[in-house]
């Protein structure tokens, strides 16, 4: 059976760690941003994308990718650290 249920980034790569590079089983170091997925990530040209604020909201909005990006910013920086993996048990 060839096909997987679960994409490649999903289940990791394998590679052998230098000394000093190991990481827990079931862990790999990577140098890009880790996505999980279950499945195939769908891609939306910027021009049908949208960004809907509804529900428990005053008014609701609708924002295109345009819209979207000019809305203030701000750069934040972060430190994440697992101590028990990503299920957190």
């Known amino acids: 059976m060839t096909d ?3 994409t490649r980034g999903f289940v990791g790569r394998r590679r052998v760690p230098e000394r000093g590079q190991r990481v827990p089983p079931g862990q790999y170091v990577t140098t890009d941003f880790p996505v999980l997925s279950a499945g195939p990530t769908p891609h939306t040209p910027l021009e049908q994308w949208s960004l809907s604020i509804e529900g428990l909201v005053n008014q609701p909005r ?4 345009p ?23």
């Open 4 to 6: 997987r249920l679960v």
């Open 62 to 65: 609708s924002l295109s990718w």
């Open 67 to 89: 819209e979207f990006t000019s809305l203030p910013s701000r750069d934040f920086v972060v430190v994440k650290t697992e101590r028990f993996g990503p299920s957190g048990g």
